[in-house]
């Protein structure tokens, strides 16, 4: 895709060509050359127009054809934002509300407990909840809930042993919520924040409340009226050319092959709908996404949610107006959260000093573990969306780089 040059687009458009065409060298050298990540692509629009636009690196590994516009990438925690506007259309019409207890629609929740003693082979004790978990809850990561790759608790070694969080394993979505039912949470929920299997747990919210399955409700009521025809569970089997290969990093081998392309596990549909974390999509696809974010919830005609809305989900709403360096339990809890609150399905910057990186408060974003990442910038009418296909994710600072880049060439 041709990139504009500044001087060709409109005022609220303008950057520095200079500076933008200095990212993807930036990428070149610290990041492909190096063979830290296989590929990169970028895209970065301005009041919903793409000003920039770049692909570098193999698809595949052995070399062979790079990534370009019809690359698919595993989008992982990109996925939470789509889940959480789902949700955010049923409490629209009515069918569910922020402070509904999480019981009331999945009943399988009535009896659940916070962790007061045992595991590690001995029975869980546990202790009543302080309030009910309430679905606001579950889309600010405030539970009580965990993952199982925290590695912190007997909690998380709970749902390592029983594989509550594969994909493609054993559960199906209806069996996740059950196991969970059965195990503690970590604390009372609205006193902590912790990342979490939350959102999937609002996939299977959005499923029983509207009568949909995940999967269909995301294709008939966002994807199509949005146009992001390439944005699914499972690859299509005429696509599946276009899936990139996806890579980890081991200890003392680096970068090692983690899913082929051509013979993925995201060929298949998966047992357990991940609303937390399954999707497979484009940069042009996500882009569509963040600009219906940005222009107030509608695009090209198609109204998902109300302007109002996405004001409300994208507010800080931790209790006490805290931060993540405040509240969370996590493994995100590093220093780099100070001036980070987060609101319903996105991480919203609150203070931009306490950041230490460019930004506008009220910008929101999140990323994926394979180090996918988006933000979006309502006062500067910016957004970014980054594709590549490594896990973990915080290996490398790529994020905040790229947002000082970015920021660092607006005019």
Known sequence: ????????????????????????????????????LPNAQLLIARGGEIVHFSSQGAAREGGGASIDEGSLFRIASMTKPITSIAFMMLVEEGKVALDTPVHH?????????????????????????????????????????????????NVDAAYREGRIENWHGGLDLDGFVAALGRLPLEFSPGTAWNYSVATDVLGAVVARVSGLSLPDFFATRIFAPLGMHDTFFDVPADKIDRLTDCYALAAGKGRVLYDRGEASA??????????????????????????????????????????????????????????????????????????????????????????????????????????????????????????????????????????????????
């Open 1 to 36: 895709m041709e990139t504009p040059m500044a001087a060709d687009l409109p005022s609220h458009t303008r950057f520095d060509s200079g500076r933008l065409a200095r990212i993807d060298a930036f990428l070149k050298d610290r990041y492909l050359d190096s063979g830290k």
């Open 266 to 411: 995201w060929s298949k549909p998966p047992k357990l709908v991940s609303g937390g974390g399954g999707l497979v999509s484009t940069a042009l696809d996500y882009h569509r996404f963040c600009t219906m974010l940005l222009s107030g919830g509608e695009l090209e005609g198609a109204r998902i949610v109300g302007r109002k809305t996405i004001e409300l989900m994208t507010m800080n709403h931790l209790p006490g107006g805290a931060d993540l360096s405040q509240m969370s339990k996590s493994l995100f809890s590093e220093a780099a959260n100070a001036g980070t609150g987060f609101g319903l399905g996105f991480a919203v910057n609150i203070d931009v000093a306490r950041s230490m990186i460019p930004g506008s408060v009220g910008e929101y974003y999140w990323g994926g573990m394979f180090s996918t990442a988006f933000f979006v910038d309502p006062v500067e009418r910016l957004h970014m969306v980054f594709m590549t296909q490594v896990s973990p994710s915080n290996v490398y600072p790529i994020r905040r780089e790229l947002k000082t880049l970015i920021y660092s060439a607006l005019t």
């Open 105 to 153: 629609v999945l009943p399988e929740f009535k009896d659940i407990g916070v962790y007061n003693g045992g595991g590690a082979g001995a029975p869980f004790q546990t202790r009543p909840t302080s309030e009910p978990m309430r679905m606001v809850d579950l889309l600010r990561h405030t539970s009580g809930l965990t993952y199982g790759f925290q590695n912190r608790s």
